[in-house]
């Protein structure tokens, strides 16, 4: 017996026992994919003349069968609008009185990485598109090159040169599906080569470091201070083993310091004795109070590999990253690239590609920094203390540029646990330092903080989660 249907825009499997007769068998059938939740509510079933011509039953059976379902409570029959799934209680196989327990989200969030999404320039990002298509060539649709679109690397190679000193050509750059994705395919490559240790700073984000480890490649914990990343301790022999090191000079998770002037040189210098170095361009589009700098990639070219993303400028969801590679690394990160996913999504590559040669994606830019900078002199204004309002015992840090701050905990002011327990009460989803440390330190020696995320709310959402940040921290 036929056991598919196809009508009205529903594909359903439905196998009918023939055994216990085909009514019942009919009944029974549907009363599971119901259950199961493969009809959902509100879907409407096929005819009883329908389905009794693709199923091979009698349209007596099938409108019994309705009958019978809808007697039931499974279905719900009104004239003129067909038969439908009701609303019943019993869905994906789950008895009742063992459904999980829903957990309550937090009202709030000022969680660190993401930009406020909520602000995605959908018109914009339209009128690129339809450009775009209007002039993609038709193989554009199909299996393309490992790299990426040639015009994306054409387009940022002119915009990453004009915006961030990156000295590139189009033939340097890969397009990946993210910033994680580019340290997994570095790192394959780099192992496959024989490098064993890649230097991480600590702290960092702990995904990136979960990233590297899990393509092949030891994390050496590098520590980080008001000047950046410690690179001198590369030359040192604690780290004779390493061959390539991630660093963030723009603007460091999550501490938000910047590599300073003697230390870039520094790590430029130790590259060139052979060393790679990944520079990670955390943030690198938004500063407020200082001159942008320079990617450290424009001054050692051939020994920086230099990582970008669409992630923060326009939303984490696109999936959009790219890497400036030197020349040798080309080929094998190519390949690495290909067997992992073939190429990244095309329509993305082509659409950004136009946004960015019709400057469209400047003056979005442009906009954010103005918005993020409001809304980080408005964090700042919140936590300086004055009458009525206990806030001490903490510093704000790296709020220079970037989508985060640090709240940097002093030891007789309330701890990092207190503060996160405080917050959940207020309904504020928020991190600590406390998560992102590598290295083995006895804990109780390590800084608190908390890190805020002013990115991520949007523009009505952000006062009240500030409002919950100082509940948080405030004493009494």
Same mark, same amino acid.
């Given at each position: ?216 490649? +030891? ?9 950046? +990343? ?105 390949? +690495? ?127 009240? +989660? ?11």
């Amino acid at each position: 017996m036929p056991s598919y249907w196809s009508t009205l825009d529903v594909d359903l499997h439905l196998p009918v026992a023939s055994d216990s007769g085909r009514r019942a068998g009919l009944e029974q059938a549907l009363r599971e994919a119901i259950r199961d939740g493969r009809l959902a509510a509100g879907v409407r079933l096929p005819s009883t003349r329908t389905l009794a011509t693709e199923l091979g039953l009698s349209r007596g059976t099938v409108s019994a069968a309705y009958d019978q379902l809808t007697a039931e409570g499974h279905l719900i029959a009104k004239q003129g609008s067909g038969t439908r799934v009701a609303d019943t209680v019993g869905t994906h196989g789950a008895a009742p009185g063992h459904r999980p327990k829903s957990v309550a989200a937090p009202r709030h969030t000022l969680r660190a990485g993401s930009p406020d999404v909520s602000r995605f320039p959908t018109a914009v990002w339209l009128r690129a598109a339809r450009r775009a298509l209007d002039r993609a060539p038709s193989e554009a649709f199909g299996y393309g090159d490992p790299c990426g679109r040639i015009e994306l690397r054409s387009a940022l190679a002119d915009y990453l040169g004009r915006t961030r000193g990156v000295l590139a050509t189009p033939d340097r750059i890969v397009i990946t599906s993210g910033v994680q994705q580019a340290l997994a395919l570095l790192t394959t490559v780099l192992t496959d080569s024989g490098t064993t240790t890649i230097a991480m700073e600590d702290p960092y984000i702990p995904s990136f470091r979960d990233t590297v480890r899990a393509a092949g490649a +030891a994390v050496a914990p590098l520590p980080v201070d008001d000047d950046g +990343a410690q690179v001198h301790l590369l030359s040192s022999a604690a780290f004779d083993s390493v061959g390539a090191a991630v660093i963030t000079p723009s603007h460091q998770f999550p501490l938000g310091s910047t590599l300073s002037p003697r230390r870039r040189q520094h790590l430029a210098d130790w590259a060139r004795t052979g060393p790679l170095v990944i520079e990670d361009d955390y943030d690198g589009e938004f500063r407020y109070d200082r001159q942008p700098v320079g990617a450290i990639q424009g001054i050692a070219p051939d020994h920086v590999v230099y990582l970008g993303t669409a992630s923060k400028t326009l939303g984490p969801g696109l999936r959009l990253a790219w890497m400036v590679l030197p020349p040798r690394l080309v080929g094998p990160v190519a390949e +690495a690239k290909r067997l992992a996913d073939n190429h990244s999504e095309t329509l993305g590559q082509l659409t950004l590609a136009e946004m960015i040669t019709s400057h469209a994606y400047d003056r979005h830019i442009r906009s954010s920094r103005l918005r993020y900078r409001r809304r980080r002199d408005l964090l700042a204004d919140r936590l300086t203390p004055r009458a009525g309002r206990p806030l001490t015992g903490f510093a704000l840090a790296g709020i220079a540029a970037g989508l985060h701050a640090l709240i940097r905990l002093e030891p007789a002011g309330l701890t990092e646990d207190e503060v996160l327990s405080r917050a959940r009460e207020y309904g504020l989803d928020i991190e600590g330092l406390s998560g992102m440390w590598l290295s083995s330190t006895d804990a109780s020696n390590r800084p608190q903080g908390i890190v805020v995320g002013f990115g991520a709310p949007s523009d009505s959402a952000y006062p009240h +989660a500030l409002d919950a940040l100082v509940r948080a921290l405030s004493w009494g």
